[in-house]
């Protein structure tokens, strides 16, 4: 079965980092494009970012770009993103998710909680 | 990279049929044929419910279908049943090469 398994959530600090990771299993991890996608509590899903299978095509949503950075390891099955200056709008469930040609997640992790409060 | 535009909520009786809409741009819904649709239940993750327009997962029901016209596409539930109620969203790749979704439709089953 395929499983994608999101941790590194928490309560941060405005102007902090955090890393987020997401363990693959149960597919082809290193043929995959990959994604993040957030959700702030009570509102809507909101794409931030994307990589390719090799990691040399990177794009952001533009409410993060400059201040997180995605990347992964495709030896360890493993999808991170790196977030710093984090803000109070920040603050949501992140969803790491395949993508497939055409933009579509067939999989998605169960997600994990990233809260921004002094 | 402003959010595709769905109705906040819509509703309808078992067995009715129901459709949502989703309205972008030429640069994103009109543009390509990469729409697709997800339900979510409260505090669940996302399940893809429509890709690629109107390409149907294995393991989704057949009450659930898409369709586009020009910038704006559509999901319609058929046969509704209790268990449809739940937000749902649509997304759509962009001329940018990125993702953007719709502000999300949240179902009642009256």
């Known amino acids: 079965d395929v499983q994608l398994v999101e941790s590194g959530g928490g309560l941060v600090k405005p102007g902090g980092s955090l890393r987020l990771s997401c363990a693959a299993s149960g597919f082809s991890f290193s043929t995959s494009s990959m994604t993040w996608v957030r959700q702030a509590p009570g509102k809507g899903l909101e794409w931030i970012s994307s990589?390719?299978?090799?990691?040399?095509?990177?794009y952001y949503a533009d409410s993060v770009k400059g201040r997180f950075t995605i990347s992964r390891d495709n030896a360890k099955n493993s999808l991170f993103l790196e977030m710093n200056s984090l803000r109070a709008d920040d603050t949501a469930v992140y969803y790491c998710a395949t993508v497939k040609p055409g933009s579509y997640s067939d999989y998605w992790g169960q997600g994990t909680l990233v809260t921004v409060s002094s | 990279q402003s959010a595709l535009t769905q109705p906040a909520s819509v509703s309808g009786s078992p067995g009715q049929s129901i459709t949502i809409s989703c309205t972008g741009t030429?640069?994103?819904?009109?543009?390509?044929?990469?729409v697709s649709w997800y339900q979510q239940y409260p505090g669940k993750a996302p399940k893809l419910m429509i890709y690629d327009v109107s390409n149907r997962p294995s393991g989704v029901s057949n009450r659930f279908s898409g369709s586009k016209s020009g910038n704006t596409a559509s999901l319609t539930i058929s046969g509704l049943q209790a268990e449809d109620e739940a937000d749902y969203y649509c997304s759509s790749y962009t001329s940018s090469n990125t993702r953007v979704f719709g502000g999300g439709t949240k179902l009642t089953v009256l």
């Open positions: 030429s640069s994103d819904v009109g543009g390509y044929n990469y």
């Open positions: 990589i390719s299978k090799t990691g040399d095509s990177i």
